[in-house]
């Protein structure tokens, strides 16, 4: 047999390895990801990195033991040898009475639509290169711009193929471009950056660099001359492109592992309300060329649009096959491929409902208050939802922009938060959450 690395030979085998050393049941998957990268400081080349390289890994189980290993050797050999290793250790771990294959009525079943993830654009070292000179020169050419953090672009290309012992086998492949760049601005001894950046799954839809390098050098001047401001409650809002940092807890906190371990503040809010009312978070797998769209989840699992947050209630936990065992509910396609270790949980692509307000008018009606344009350093008991997170951006009183503020912090109760959550109307779409900017009213702002 000729065992071509990426091809479902080579899981074929390894599961009959498995088998052969005494496994019941097994998982194996290919990855492999092919990726070139450039990057550029003050206009002088810094790096070129080219990256080629795929493995395989096994989940082994035997009753209700199991292990998990990975290896870079996809020799025949290679893959005997992982087999009996993964299954030596099964035989040794402890018992887990929920570990097993997902039940293959919840598996994903072909046709699959075709989501249009991978492009055949292969950009030349040169491209890249060119495309990071442009953005980072956008951005040094920004009034008050003097120095740069550097400037990247990169290409890649991935695949992915997941097969059991039952019988299950599919394959993904796709593509990822990005472009991003860091100004520094500087007023004597003032200085301050910012960034901008984006990732595609096609080539040409990349935006145009020149565009983004700009963006991130008036981004960068807007901040010189920063102050700090007295501790106080007041509305805060959270600029769009970093609104997803408040959000990303909530993510967590419905997964179904910590929800089964009593470790997630929203465990017993199942079915009830969470956000404010009219609040809504859709998630959809099938968007075409979507950050985060997939035909099945890592465990092979059919995945399908849900709404995750419903006019602020909560509608659902994201599962994968083991704790929606411990729960006593049934998987929902949110696995996440373990990949050497066992399966974990993850989402596909999420699109909060946006408010009719926006940014201009959030701050208008506001008042006064703190836009947030940065944040950095969050804190979170995850038991409790006690959350606090510094941030940096812009004081605004009468309902305009007065000056940029750093050295402060935010805080509160998540609970609490997201239970009084108001949306904007300006999408970002830069990511796999597409999200307008959040303001919360009197919120807790730390300073001086």
Same mark, same amino acid.
């Given at each position: ?16 390895? /498995? ?52 290896? %870079? ?34 598996? /994903? ?197 849900? %709404? ?141």
């Amino acid at each position: 047999m000729a065992f071509d690395a990426d091809s479902p030979a080579a899981l074929a085998a390894l599961i009959d390895y /498995a088998r052969q050393a005494g496994a019941e049941a097994c998982e194996a998957s290919f990855s492999a990801r092919e990726s070139i990268s450039a990057e550029v400081r003050m206009g002088v080349l810094e790096g070129m990195e080219r990256e080629e390289g795929g493995s395989v890994a096994l989940r082994a189980l035997i009753g209700k033991r199991q292990a998990a290993a990975s290896s %870079t050797d996809l020799s025949p050999r290679g893959l005997k040898e992982l087999a009996e290793r993964t299954v030596a250790m099964a035989k040794a771990a402890p018992e887990d009475k929920f570990c097993g294959l997902l039940d293959e009525r919840f598996r /994903a079943r072909p046709p699959y639509a075709d989501l249009d993830q991978s492009d055949t654009a292969r950009p030349s070292p040169q491209q890249l290169l060119d495309l990071s000179l442009a953005c980072e020169a956008a951005a040094l050419a920004a009034p008050g711009v003097e120095n740069s953090g550097g400037a990247g672009a990169s290409s890649s290309v991935s695949r992915f193929t997941y097969a059991t012992s039952d019988g299950f086998e599919a394959s993904d492949q796709s593509t990822s471009y990005g472009i991003g760049v860091q100004a520094i601005a500087g007023r004597g001894d003032d200085m301050e950056r910012d960034y901008e950046g984006r990732s595609k799954r096609f080539f040409a839809d990349l935006p145009q660099a020149d565009a983004l390098g700009r963006i991130a050098g008036e981004r960068a001047v807007r901040r010189l001359g920063s102050k700090k401001i007295e501790s106080q409650k007041a509305p805060v809002i959270f600029e769009n492109r970093v609104a997803s940092s408040i959000l990303s807890p909530f993510f967590s906190a419905i997964s179904g592992p910590s929800v089964a371990r009593g470790v997630s503040f929203l465990k017993d809010k199942l079915g009830g309300r969470v956000f404010a009312p009219g609040f809504r978070i859709h998630e959809d797998p099938f968007v075409k060329r979507g950050p985060a769209s997939r035909h099945f989840d890592g465990e092979g699992g059919a995945v399908k649009p849900m %709404t995750l947050i419903d006019d602020g209630v909560l509608t659902a936990w994201m599962l994968n096959a083991a704790s929606a065992r411990q729960l006593g509910l049934e998987p929902n396609g949110h696995a996440s491929a373990g990949h050497g270790g066992p399966p974990g949980v993850s989402y596909a692509n999420l699109f909060v409902k946006p408010g009719t307000d926006d940014l201009a008018a959030l701050v208008r009606n506001a008042g006064k208050g703190v836009l947030v344009t940065d944040m950095f350093s969050p804190s979170l008991n995850m038991n409790t939802g006690d959350w606090s997170v510094g941030v940096s951006g812009f004081w605004f009183e009468s309902g305009e922009i007065a000056f940029p503020v750093s050295e402060i912090t935010v805080a509160g109760n998540l609970i609490d938060i997201f239970a009084r959550l108001r949306c904007g109307a300006d999408l970002d779409q830069r990511g796999s959450l597409e999200i307008p900017s959040l303001i919360v009213d009197d919120l807790a702002i730390g300073g001086v």
